[in-house]
């Protein structure tokens, strides 16, 4: 798709109707498997010699769609759909760490991921070190000769704090490790990661992406110019002979060759040849479908959302009963600089949290007497959407871990929908006024 922009790439990128009996719409292929021509064919597409489908639970030309669609959209070079926002985390965690490795990440993730990285991936000997990203001595202090990747989130939710993504991957990348971000919150045009040095971007489909709160789905894309040939850490996975893929080293036939010219899909290859295939967490056909929908309007929605959010944002920090306010885009934030730097062009996303002066009743009070607003565990679907982290997303962490998540008992996340900006603070405005 040569030139095109962003915006142009996200309705026409990664089909031809021409292929599909003219269809303008990408069709729904809803099907398992596909047929060979003859036994020399089937060979052929089983030994990776020709590009073909297979089977649906590997790839599915409906789903390809989505994962060409989204990679050209962020000017990266592969994608691979899955069935959750948490099944691509779970899948580069697994695929680039092993027993004994380590993955160094902000401690300002969501809920599931953090979980995951703390308890699960611990029992297969997969160790997570929590540090302050931005911190750069902190940073270089976790990283040792076992790390084998860096993750954060964009903007943390719900503690809001703004990784300064160009800084850690120039620190990243000193120790040859790839950097990886969960971009959920601030898909483009909010925030590109490839843009600031990010290696790969991880998505939840299911928020901003998809934008009406209709299907679970995840995404995960390489950007294409990382060097896997010099770390020793990827000798057993990337670089190294696959016996479950007679012999092939995927480094040396999808990677080198390509990786200069940005053009590898080295990780998204073998994953989708390993870990999609031996576990299994595919997306269907359906929910591709639906997120290609989402996202032919995403640069629209996002701009919107992020508009709105500003204009609570504004009204709340003025009102006498809110005793905190934590949205980037306001001066006296201590992202502000961050935010300046990242947002711009948009603003800092549509999701932030504020804390009211009577603390945890207060918080339950305006809750219950808050219209229009939904109180429920998603966030950015297009309508407003209010929730209390620390007693539902959050409940499995206490203590110290609550606070290290930068979640307070107070704590109350809004994520700003499309509805008009004036109804939603007359909304917010009501339920305040019930408040002690
Ligand atoms: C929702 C979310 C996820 C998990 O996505 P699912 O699609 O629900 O599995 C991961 N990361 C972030 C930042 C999210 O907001």
Redesign the pocket.
Known sequence: MGNYKPQTLALHAGYDYKKSLKSRAVPIYATTSFVFDNVQDGADLFAAKKDGFIYSRIHNPTSVVLEERLSAYHKGSAGLAV???????ALLFLGLASSGRKIVASPH??G??ASFLNHNLKRYGIKTVFVELNDEKALRNAIDKDTVLVFA?SIG?PSGYILDIEKVAKITHEYNLPLII?N??TPPPILNPFDYGADII??????LIGGHGTH???IILEKGDFDWGTNEVFKDYINAPDPAADGVNYWEVFGKPFYKEGKSGVLVNKLRGDLLRGIGPTLSPFGAHEFLKGLETLPLRAVRQCENAAAVADFLAKHPKVSWIKYPGLKDNPHYELAKKYFSKTGAGAIFSFGLKGGYDSAVTFIDNLELWSHLA???DARSLVIHPASTTHSQLRGEALRAAGVSEDLIRLSVGLEDAGDLITALEKALDKVK
């Not at 069935?83 to 985390?89: K, T």
């Open positions: 069935a959750s926002g948490v099944a691509s985390n993730l969501y599931s991921t989130e939710n969960d959920t919150v991880t998505y939840s489909l299911t928020k679970v789905g995840g998603n966030v950015l």
